[in-house]
Each structure stands twice: as structure tokens, then as C-alpha cells.
């Protein structure tokens, strides 16, 4: 049988760009190695969220004196916690599974495999099979970067966040390498469970990619919480639980690398003329390749590495390969996040430094000094999260911060950046305003429900 669409990896963008394609009446194949979901809902995601969850409701817990409420002989069960991780991910893997179980969807399990490509067919093998389809979607993903550092290799002491995940028990002690995203869900993660944590960040600051001022409300809380935050400081080597880093000797039981992922080309070996670009496949706005009948989408293309952009860019490509008019773009500038910290972190559009950055690149040095500066072309309103009476009600002895970045001449506003629980909720609202280019003058007219934390939103203009 010759297929529409054969789809290699079954994460966000693989199973979403399979149930639009076969919803549409296509013929539509999908190869998953491991399991449906991908590293997202399987070893990414959604386990660390659950295990997070636990985490909290243990730290409030331990912490509800200050409602007025006393908790004796709280304890928690690691190993109960992690069987609830499973029975999440296996419930949402089924879920997904019967998403797909249509006429037009056939999934297939195993390493898929690139044997030929020409402009009408792409041949595929997989368990010693081969299919052909019209078109191929490559969803292939990431995986866990692993530094060249020495001792890292074979070393029982070092985890990856799978092997984390796995864990059955906590580390007594753990080491994190890396400040990232990654890293400081599980810094949050053990540290509320109890277990002494260090990360070691080589850049100046954790989360090197959100807006500065929020991030370092999160660094001051998690400093004075007893987390050992290093940054500005480069792991040497690592002998055992012990790491050299900076000159200095930390140990440990256990060293979590957290520093990145990379794009994950296994089984592409035959498209030798996919144009790459630092590792990762390039895509146009619509996800097509350089090669005219084959796409890519997800973590593959080194784009934002979020489960969202990844089923965005699924549903666009697919879109493209429909011929749907109108043919539909992704705006990155339009992209949430979300940290899952303790308080969380959420985000959309330009930090600030992304904004004088931009600024001071279209203006020039002459047009900055005939303005009086890049501060002329851009304004910060910010405000406390306890402008909100609601998380005045439910974040007792937090302050947080809610910040909005407002283009100065067309009044349009450039991205938000909160933190402060729970902010993930409802960051949404805050990526339509960017998304949409709202002024500030029409968010004012939107009218948020009385009393919620969204409300922040409106306050702050």
C-alpha cells in the first residue's frame, strides 16, 4: 500500500500532523520506536510534572501553618509517587493511541529507517518491511546532549533526566549540571523533597534565555531556600559523585547533566542532501524541507524546543500539504513558556534585553543618541503579583512580579514575563495579546473575572 504521509516519530508533532492528515481522508502511516507521546508525555513533560505535583503538595504541607493550618507526621512515599507518574503517562499514551484509531491511520512500531527518496515517493523500511509514501514528515526529536567532560562516560554516579525520572528512590545528595529549564524543574523537584541540591551553570545566570529581572526573583528565593546555585562556573571533570568545577571539588551521590538536547537524525542517513544547520534540519515557514516532497517538524528542526511549537508546526505543515487556503504561519513571536518552579515562571514575546537588542539594531548608534537612548523607544510597566487580591489570598509570604514590554510609538505590547503561581494558567491570555498585536489601549478593554491571579494583566497596564 502506498501511503499520503508516512510520519517517522510519534511525539507532539508526529501523532498531531497524523490525525490531521488521516482526519482529512489521507492515508497516513506513523513509526514510533519507543512509545506514542515521544519524549514529551513518555520521559519529558508530563512525568516531571506529575512528579512535581507530588513535590508540591508535600511542600505545602510541611508549610500550611502559615493558613492557619497544622500538619502532623507529614511524610511522603517517593516510590507511590512515581507508580502515579506511570499510570498518568499510560492513561494519556491510550488516550492518544485512540485518537489515532481511524481508517486512514496505521501505526507501526520500530525503528523506521530512510532507504530512497525521489521527488513522488519516498521509500521507508522498518522490522524488515518496506513502505512507500508521497510525502514524509520527519518528527524524529532530540535527545539528551551529553557534554564531552571527562568522567562522565560509564560513570554509575551520572544521570540523564530519563534515568532521573526512573529513579525508584531519591539520591541522598544530587549534583545538577546545567541551569536551564530542564534543570532547575528538577532543582525544584528534589529540593522540596528534601535532598541537598547544587546546580553548576557555565553562564552568568540560570535560565539564560528568560527575561533577567524575573529570573532573578526565582535565583533570590532559591538561594535563601539553601539551593547552591553556582554560576559563571565551567565542570572540569568529574571522578565518581565528585565534580571539578571552577577549581573547586563538589560531591554528591548522584550528578544530573541537564545542559541540552539535540536533534536527533538517526535513520535519515539517505537524505544526504537535507540541508542542516548547526545539527538540525531547516524548515520554511510551512515546514517544508529543501527537499520538495519531505517536512519537518518538532525538535528536529532546532526551532523552540516546546511540546506546543512542535504540534503547531505539525498542524501548519500538514496545512501546506493540503493545499488549505489560506496557508497558515507559526508566529514565534508569539511563543509561550512555561518553568515549572516553585514559584512558576511563564513568558511570551521579547525580554526586555531582546527588545533594546532589536531596537538598537534597527535605530543604529545615530538614531539611539537623536532619541536619547533605546530606553526612548520602549516602556516597562511592571507591578508586585500582589496587586492581585487572589494571589494576595494563595501565596502567602510571596510577592512575584508581573512585567509587560510596550513598544513606546505604537503603544503595541512586546512580550510578557510573571512569576508567580499560577501564572502558567494563564499565560495564554498574555500570547493572544502578542500574538494579535494589542495595544495597550485595547487589553484594557478586555475584562478579566474579579478575583483571579489573570487579573495582574489588567492592572499592570
Known sequence: MKYFLAIIGGGPAGYTAAEKASKAGKDVILFEQNAVGGTCLNVGCIPTKSLLYGAKQYYNATHAQKYGVTAENVAFDFAAMQKRKTIVVRKLVAGIKQRLNNEHCTLVSGFAQVENRTDEMVTISCNGEIYEAENLMICTGSTNFVPPIPGIQDNPAVWDSTDALAATELP???????????GMEFATLYHELGVPVTVIEALPTILPNLDQEVVAVLADKYKKAGINILTSTKVESIDGGKVTANGEVYEAEKILISVGRRANLKGLEALNDLELNRGAI??????????????????VTGKIMLAHVASRQAEVAVGRMLKQIPLQRIAYNAIP?????????????????????FYTEMEGEAGLAKAGGVEHFYEVKK??????????AENEGETGLCKMIVDSR?????????IGNPCSEFIGAASVAVRMGYTVPELEQVIFPHPTVSEILHEVL
Open 383 to 392: 507591578l508586585p503579583m500582589t496587586f492581585s487580591g487572589r494571589f494576595m
Open 337 to 357: 513558556s512555561v518553568v515549572y518552579t516553585n514559584p512558576e515562571i511563564a513568558s511570551v514575546g521579547m525580554t526586555e534585553q531582546q527588545v533594546r537588542d
Open 410 to 418: 505604537q503603544h503595541t505590547i512586546l512580550g510578557v514575563h510573571m
Open 172 to 182: 541522598k545528595s544530587i549534583i545538577i549540571v546545567g541551569g536551564g529549564v530542564i
Open 282 to 299: 531547516i524548515i520554511d515557514d510551512f515546514g517544508k524541507t529543501n527537499l520538495p516532497n519531505v517536512y519537518a517538524c518538532g525538535d
